[in-house]
């Protein structure tokens, strides 16, 4: 994993957050995105991609990246935003939404000085640079990456509960074949992507 980090700090950069986004290809729920600013010493060891970790070492590097962090947002937008806007405008502003929300530890807000993003390229008056699969080669980013992706299975747990026929804690609001077959049983939720599944009957 790259430091890029370690080379914007040298030049000045103080508050560098890093963000990426979880839920984009869901049929169910909100796309959320994180921003974190990590410390620029003490680097925790083993954080990657949350794709190519296990859960269980997804929820050990979540608590590890939240006790550690400098400041930490989050931000989301729902399933009837999603379809007024399309996806990718919703991603952008679960992004800036995030930025806007960064907060330490004793909630103080905090405005990053530059901004690290995986692929993408957001509306903000806030210096940027976008790291293709930054998620894989930028230490920041993968902390975002772990801690949005945490955060939404959390969400998901929570959204289960009230719509307990579809299984939304197993496959997290994802197109899988057991998910499609209850959208077609039960027809989509009022939490479903409108613009995603109204083609279910050529599932």
Same mark, same amino acid.
């Given at each position: ?56 070492? #997804? *929820?050990?590097?979540? %608590?590890?990246?939240? &006790?550690?962090?400098?400041?930490? @947002? !989050? ?76 955060? #939404? *299975?959390?969400?998901? %747990?929570?959204?289960? &509960?009230?719509?307990?026929?579809? @299984? !939304? ?35």
């Amino acid at each position: 994993m790259e430091n890029f980090e370690e080379e914007y700090s040298n030049n000045g950069y103080k508050y560098i957050a890093g963000i990426d986004e979880v839920g984009r290809g869901s049929l169910f729920g909100d796309v959320l995105a994180c921003s974190i600013i990590m410390p620029l010493e003490n680097r925790i060891e083993g954080v990657t991609d949350s794709k190519k970790l296990s859960r269980k070492k #997804r *929820d050990y590097y979540y %608590e590890l990246i939240l &006790k550690n962090m400098v400041a930490v @947002g !989050i931000g989301r937008v729902n399933a009837n935003l999603i379809d007024k806007i399309n996806i990718k405008n919703a991603t952008h502003l679960a992004m800036i939404k995030s930025v806007k929300n960064l907060r330490n530890k004793y909630d103080k807000q905090i405005r990053p000085d530059l901004l690290l993003i995986d692929a993408e390229h957001i509306e903000a008056d806030i210096e940027q640079v976008s790291i293709i699969k930054g998620d894989d080669k930028c230490y920041t980013i993968a902390c975002a990456s772990i801690v949005a992706k945490v955060y #939404r *299975d959390k969400l998901c %747990e929570i959204w289960a &509960k009230s719509y307990p026929e579809y @299984g !939304i804690d197993k496959h997290m609001g994802y197109g899988t074949k057991k998910h499609r077959e209850m959208i077609k049983l039960y027809g989509p939720s009022d939490m479903h992507r409108k613009t995603f599944v109204k083609n279910s009957e050529n599932w």
